[in-house]
T-cell receptor, first 113, second 111 residues
Framework: KAGVTQTPRYLIKTRGQQVTLSCSPISGHRSVSWYQQTPGQGLQFLFE???????NKGNFPGRFSGRQFSNSRSEMNVSTLELGDSALYLCASSFGQGMETQYFGPGTRLLVL | QKEVEQDPGPLSVPEGAIVSLNCTYS??????FMWYRQYSRKGPELLMYTYSSGNKEDGRFTAQVDKSSKYISLFIRDSQPSDSATYLC???????????FGEGTQLTVNP
């Protein structure tokens, strides 16, 4: 069974631009969560989607948004990029029926200049 | 104060050593406890998953949870150079699947 895939793997943007990251969960998984990983803050929860609905949200500004499609694929968008948004963005998928194992993708490394 | 505290290391041990990694937490609602391993430039990989207190063993890895002390541990026996990675503890309350992570401990196992 294929794992979680994320595209693109690397991205360079400049301040003020916006970016869209994509995540395809493991087949059959309906929940997708997004996390931001930085050296200073570690892994921080952004949001979770289940059946196209945002089910949970972390403590990030409104510039960070996401959505989920009917095939469970998910995208996250960051608008008006800031230097501090440089990070590894990780997507994790699970069946979504409760507290289950989350499987992570390889991440998208975003560099904001 | 962070909800989950983990010593970032770095931790360096010789091959064959027993490694002990630990996390403490403050949120008594946490019921699910996980250990992930992350190699450089890769996503976290789930190693161990435990519910509530107790021990769980899987090969060379043993996870322990002591809810009364709000303390979890991961033991690696007969450590190998391939175990060199960052180890992240993570936990969650029953109310949702949102994971709260420790900072991660960087481990190097020297041949």
């Amino acid at each position: 069974k294929a794992g979680v895939t994320q595209t693109p793997r690397y991205l360079i943007k400049t301040r003020g631009q916006q970016v869209t990251l994509s995540c395809s969960p493991i087949s059959g998984h309906r929940s997708v969560s997004w996390y931001q990983q930085t050296p200073g803050q570690g892994l921080q929860f952004l949001f979770e989607y289940f059946s196209e609905t945002q089910r949970n949200k972390g403590n990030f500004p409104g510039r960070f948004s996401g959505r989920q499609f009917s095939n469970s694929r998910s995208e996250m968008n960051v608008s008006t990029l800031e230097l501090g948004d440089s990070a590894l963005y990780l997507c994790a998928s699970s069946f979504g029926q409760g507290m289950e194992t989350q499987y992570f993708g390889p991440g998208t490394r975003l560099l904001v200049l | 104060q962070k909800e989950v505290e983990q010593d970032p290391g770095p931790l360096s041990v010789p091959e064959g050593a027993i490694v002990s990694l630990n996390c403490t937490y403050s949120n008594s609602a946490f019921q699910y406890f996980m250990w992930y391993r992350q190699y450089s430039r890769k996503g976290p990989e789930l190693l161990m998953y435990t519910y509530s207190s107790g021990n769980k063993e899987d090969g060379r890895f043993t996870a322990q949870v002591d809810k009364s002390s709000k303390y979890i541990s991961l033991f690696i026996r007969d450590s190998q150079p391939s175990d060199s990675a960052t180890y992240l503890c993570a936990m969650s309350a029953p109310s949702g699947s949102r994971l709260t992570f420790g900072e991660g401990t960087q481990l190097t196992v020297n041949p």
